[in-house]
């Protein structure tokens, strides 16, 4: 963590840097010394602050803990973890966004489950078969009694 | 008309009521299964409760978290899994109570307590609020300005666990605030020219991102799977729970006064007043030595403390528009879109509203006694329900739903956005609740801040020469002197 701890703090500095440069462009309101800048350069000031304390006290901890302990890794999947599925559920969702409006939700959405219930192991006749049942329920619940105008896209107007 | 009884009217609807056994038995549902929050229940409610009266949207929130709260605790005694985080302080001892063939007691506590404390908390909520309302109109911006900084600083100081990483967390939600035309000088910061920054960083998508898509990713992520401690059929939950009213009355208002007390501090809900209460219950108890054991005494304690936090975290919020948890940061948000803005005016304007809520909060409390019954007989089903299914039509369900708040994809980018940077917060230890609080209170902030300095012609000490604003703004230093002098005192015992 002490590892990690340094390497945000000093991205959170940055970060503080960048806003507090880009905040000095926003105008003040007219007749005060006070406008759009300030509370951007109070929260630059403050997390400028706290990404140095979290470089230190991490380089602090190192220290006191000794070179031999090391640091421990940033974030590597442990034991019981697995790191694939992460990125198939995030594909899912990039892939609405990057087709649901031009192909359709109806075609769209069973692929984004298909590819998350795939990333989840789940075999391919159950995840075929839940991706178009979970779809359909969604696409009756919000478009047909919420009235969200999902998108038809390709597909013909349904109902 | 009466407000009370136009309130009764606003309940006792069959619309209403519908809502209210649907969200019940969603929130059951959502608690009982291992890695859905009742804060991520919340988040999954907002975009059905967008299509609502403010009344049923409300009422679907307040009733789905109050049993979501307590559903938690059925993995907590069936697989040693919390079913939210508010079940995880007393997990063990309710797993070990199962192991032990006590299941009927781990879980029969567990629903009673919840229900006893949730109905201490309403009370107080009832009680208090009002009280505090007749208070809140004379405040002026000063007093709005301290409000507002001393929930930032409880919920770094008080409820984390590592004030640092807070403030970073606290801080990167005041940043995401910034976003927008909504500022002093109107002027569109940070927005890069996209019109859908122009009105900052869509609230309902971030909350589902933050805690629904972190969810599902953390699941995604996860290997072990739970395995069931008892295969035997459940006897009545209910046998015995009079005893233990009996025995343990000090430990029940124990635990509800400090659950209340605690959901009431911005940023501290309903899990840390579990964890609290655990503790003190061990401390106080005549036999310490049966905690880690299988012992009833701190469920009872800890099982009252967390659901009655969930009235407490509602005086701030309704009194203030200060949240005092997530669940009530994303209820706020749901009350903004309703026109039902929180404040102490929502109290003088539309009593009937504020009677309403307080009889579905009371009505929920007495529903999940049959209800929190039924759940416990058809948990073993419950918890059968495999997850890599359920986990992407949660996820489906989360993208709509952020599609649905504005028709556009824009609050699906910044769902997937707000869920992988929550993702990794809590895996590097940054608490999420402060950043929750940030984006909730940034603007109110700024204004009052703004508005207070404009004032007071840039004079800082006006900011201390009202009473109530001195107080306030007197307890805030405080709390951020003690901090300091803790953390010098520690760093001289290290090097000493």
């Known amino acids: 963590m002490r590892t990690v701890d340094r390497a945000v703090g000093a991205a959170i500095a940055l970060l503080a840097v960048a806003v507090f440069v880009t905040s000095r462009a926003f105008p003040d309101v007219p007749g005060q010394k006070l406008g759009a800048s300030t509370l951007p350069g109070i929260v630059a000031a403050g997390l400028f602050v706290c990404g140095l304390l979290l470089v230190l006290r991490s380089l602090r901890a190192s220290r006191h803990a000794g070179q031999a302990a090391g640091g421990s890794g940033p974030a590597a999947p442990g034991a019981g973890e697995r790191i694939a599925p992460a990125f198939g559920i995030l594909a899912s969702i990039l892939l609405y966004v990057a087709a649901s409006d031009a192909v359709g939700y109806l075609i769209v959405a069973p692929a984004c489950l298909l590819v998350a219930l795939r990333a989840l192991q789940v075999g391919w006749g159950r995840a075929i078969g839940w991706s178009i049942v979970a779809a359909l329920a969604v696409h009756l619940a919000f478009y047909k009694l919420l009235k969200v105008p999902l998108p038809w896209g390709v597909v013909p107007v349904l109902y | ?496």
Not at chain 2, 241 to 255: A, D, E, F, S, T
Not at chain 2, 317 to 324: N, Q, R, S
């Open chain 2, 1 to 496: 008309m009466d407000p009370i009884v136009a309130a009764f009217g606003l309940v006792f609807q069959p619309y209403v009521l519908l809502v209210i056994l649907l969200s019940a038995l969603f929130g059951l549902f959502v608690g009982a299964i291992p890695g859905l929050t009742a804060t991520m229940a919340t988040a999954l409610l907002v975009p059905v409760t967008f299509f609502m009266p403010p009344i049923p949207a409300v009422a679907a929130i307040v009733t789905a978290t109050a049993m979501a709260i307590f559903s938690g605790d059925i993995p907590s005694a069936l697989l040693r899994m919390p079913g939210t985080p508010a079940s995880a302080a007393y997990t063990d001892e309710a797993y070990l109570l199962t192991r032990q063939g006590k299941a009927e007691i781990a879980l029969g506590s567990g629903l009673v307590f919840s229900v006893l404390g949730g109905v201490f908390g309403t009370a107080v909520l009832i009680v208090a609020a009002p009280a505090l309302a007749e208070i809140a109109l004379k405040f002026s911006s000063f007093e709005y300005f301290w409000l507002v900084m001393l929930g930032f600083t409880c919920a770094v100081f008080i409820a984390g666990t590592d004030p640092l990483k807070g403030c970073v967390s606290l801080l990167l939600g005041l940043l995401v605030s910034i976003v927008g035309l909504e500022n002093p000088a109107a002027f569109p910061r940070y927005t890069f020219g996209n019109a859908d920054l122009t009105g900052g960083i869509p609230l309902i998508p971030l909350m589902i991102g933050m805690f629904a898509i972190s969810e599902v990713l953390r699941y995604a992520t996860r290997v072990e799977r739970p395995v069931l401690g008892t295969d035997k059929p459940f006897g009545n939950v209910f046998a015995g729970m009079w005893g233990l009213i009996r025995r343990y009355p000090v430990q029940l208002l124990r635990g509800s006064a400090l659950g209340t007390a605690v959901g009431a501090l911005p940023g501290a809900g309903a899990d840390i007043a579990a964890w609290m209460s655990y503790g003190l219950s061990k401390k106080f108890s005549k036999e310490p030595e049966k905690f880690g054991t299988g012992h009833v005494e701190g469920i009872v304690e800890s099982g009252a403390a967390n659901n009655s936090a969930l009235g407490g975290a509602w005086i701030p919020a309704l009194v203030f528009g200060i949240p005092g948890d997530s669940i009530t940061a994303i209820a706020i948000g749901v009350l903004y879109l309703k026109n039902m803005n929180p404040g102490p005016t929502l109290f003088v304007d539309n009593p009937q509203n504020i009677y309403a809520v307080f009889i579905v909060f009371l009505l929920a409390q007495l529903l999940m006694l049959p209800l929190g019954w039924l759940a416990i007989k058809v948990a073993k089903q419950l918890l059968r329900i495999p997850g890599e299914i359920l986990m992407p039509i949660i996820l489906l369900f989360c993208i709509v739903g952020s599609f649905a708040i504005n028709n556009t994809l824009f609050g699906v980018i910044v769902m997937v956005v707000a869920g992988i940077v929550a993702f990794f917060m809590e895996r590097w230890g940054f608490p999420v609740a402060p950043t929750i609080l940030g984006v909730v209170l940034g603007t109110m902030l700024e204004e009052h801040f703004f508005s207070s300095l404009v004032k007071a012609d840039g004079r800082l000490a006006a900011f201390f020469e009202r009473p109530i604003a001195g107080a306030l703004g007197g307890a805030t230093l405080l709390i951020w002197a003690w901090w300091l002098a803790r953390s010098f005192h520690s760093k001289r015992t290290v090097h000493g």
